[in-house]
């Protein structure tokens, strides 16, 4: 008899442990999704919104509206409904990207195919997300062109204030009657970690090319393996962006026109003024206003202008290019800096004039070094054939080279 007057409390006691679990899973995971999206729309390129929201117990709904912060290039509905269970959460929707002012679908409208599908797991306890989209290869054909997508899967997963994505796509063609460029499978690796409010963060990204060729009458071009790495970064000081694109070679009739690799850099973005740029952005884009882009490039213009202070810098780390087909090659490094004192004497909203630009480039200086300069160059600028070293000085806006004014390019 004990026993048994025992089961009811412990049935009842398993069934309020289960609810209470199951609430906060459910509610954990609302909590991590509007946390997410609210740091996605903090970084500043994008308006993030919620529509058709349902949440419960078991099961939760909704639609995610991204759209860039200024024009309507473009827009992407990503609809979810998500099943909530103690330890993890399964969620699947369907993405439905748009473009233009009149909002077409891209499938359905543009491309006779359904909508991608994405699948995701989000666990209750880790906080973690991991998630695919299966991307269904098309055919579409408009008179003389023809696009032929094979297909690719993008993949996502991480924590909250640490994202990584990765995406494959198939083999692509497009073809314009004689002309045609094709890809050959294309690969993105993304990491994305910041702090709250994206106050702080730094972005990886690697971009790799197996093959890209252009073919018309008379030129075919074929580039393998490039790469393109980057690494954005913003702290309390800055705005730093680096860059390195390797080519393994771009061939024109079997030849190497080109190899090489390019590293630079862009640094002493100031990081309050672009944070308050961003957020003035968003507070203009909120309004729902149809403004001229010049007027709101002069509301915008103070906050802009204060993102250089900290005299912003370019540096060409390094240059490392070989043209077997041309006989040149060109191996060096440098840096270019910008003036900030005086700010208030420029303008942005006039860029357009001449004058202006003018006082744009006055506040450029720096110095380039190309070294073992191939005599043809040397030739080419009025310089003696055993000039080893090209040293380019850039003095207020005036490029200098090897101590003489720059020779007119085109003669």
């Given at each position: 008899?004990?026993?048994?007057?025992?089961?009811?409390?412990?049935?009842?006691?398993?069934?309020?442990?289960?609810?209470?679990?199951?609430?906060?899973?459910?509610?954990?995971?609302?909590?991590?999704?509007?946390?997410?999206?609210?740091?996605?729309?903090?970084?500043?390129?994008?308006?993030?919104?919620?529509?058709?929201?349902?949440?419960?117990?078991?099961?939760?709904?909704?639609?995610?509206?991204?759209?860039?912060?200024?024009?309507?290039?473009?827009?992407?509905?990503?609809?979810?409904?998500?099943?909530?269970?103690?330890?993890?959460?399964?969620?699947?929707?369907?993405?439905?990207?748009?473009?233009?002012?009149?909002?077409?679908?891209?499938?359905?409208?543009?491309?006779?195919?359904?909508?991608?599908?994405?699948?995701?797991?989000?666990?209750?306890?880790?906080?973690?997300?991991?998630?695919?989209?299966?991307?269904?290869?098309?055919?579409?054909?408009?008179?003389?062109?023809?696009?032929?997508?094979?297909?690719?899967?993008?993949?996502?997963?991480?924590?909250?204030?640490?994202?990584?994505?990765?995406?494959?796509?198939?083999?692509?063609?497009?073809?314009?009657?004689?002309?045609?460029?094709?890809?050959?499978?294309?690969?993105?690796?993304?990491?994305?970690?910041?702090?709250?409010?994206?106050?702080?963060?730094?972005?990886?990204?690697?971009?790799?090319?197996?093959?890209?060729?252009?073919?018309?009458?008379?030129?075919?071009?074929?580039?393998?393996?490039?790469?393109?790495?980057?690494?954005?970064?913003?702290?309390?000081?800055?705005?730093?962006i680096d860059g390195e694109l390797t080519l393994a070679s771009v061939l024109v009739a079997d030849q190497v026109l080109l190899s090489g690799r390019v590293a630079m850099e862009v640094s002493r973005i100031n990081a309050d003024a672009l944070r308050e740029a961003l957020a003035g952005l968003r507070r203009e884009a909120a309004q729902a206003l149809e403004r001229d882009p010049q007027e709101l490039l002069a509301r915008l213009e103070p906050a802009l202008l204060a993102t250089l202070v900290d005299s912003p810098r370019l540096d060409l780390k390094a240059v490392d290019l070989d043209s077997p087909m041309l006989g040149v090659a060109a191996r060096g490094d440098g840096a270019l800096f910008f003036d900030p004192r005086g700010l208030d004497e420029l303008s942005l909203v006039r860029l357009d004039d001449e004058a202006e630009q003018a006082r744009w480039l006055g506040r450029l200086d720096g110095d380039f070094v190309w070294r073992e300069v191939p005599a043809v160059v040397s030739l080419w600028l009025g310089l003696p054939l055993s000039t080893q070293d090209l040293e380019i000085d850039v003095i207020r806006g005036q490029v200098r080279v090897n101590g003489r004014p720059m020779p007119p390019l085109w003669r």
């Open positions: 008899m004990r026993k048994e007057r025992l089961i009811v409390p412990v049935a009842v006691t398993l069934a309020v442990v289960w609810a209470v679990a199951q609430l906060l899973a459910s509610l954990l995971f609302e909590r991590e999704l509007s946390r997410a999206l609210v740091d996605l729309e903090a970084r500043g390129e994008l308006v993030v919104e919620r529509s058709d929201v349902e949440r419960g117990w078991l099961s939760s709904s909704g639609v995610v509206h991204i759209s860039p912060v200024l024009g309507d290039g473009w827009r992407l509905e990503l609809s979810y409904a998500a099943r909530h269970g103690v330890f993890s959460t399964r969620v699947e929707g369907g993405a439905h990207p748009s473009t233009g002012p009149r909002q077409l679908r891209l499938f359905g409208d543009w491309l006779p195919s359904s909508p991608p599908r994405w699948h995701a797991r989000y666990q209750t306890l880790g906080g973690t997300l991991e998630g695919s989209i299966q991307l269904a290869p098309f055919l579409i054909s408009q008179g003389p062109r023809e696009l032929d997508f094979r297909g690719g899967q993008i993949s996502f997963g991480g924590v909250y204030g640490d994202w990584r994505l990765r995406a494959r796509l198939q083999p692509w063609r497009l073809t314009d009657g004689a002309a045609t460029l094709a890809s050959g499978p294309v690969t993105l690796e993304s990491r994305y970690a910041y702090t709250a409010g994206a106050h702080h963060f730094t972005q990886h990204d690697l971009l790799r090319i197996d093959e890209l060729a252009w073919q018309q009458p008379g030129l075919e071009l074929e580039a393998h393996d490039l790469f393109y790495l980057s690494r954005m970064q913003l702290d309390d000081s800055e705005l730093r």
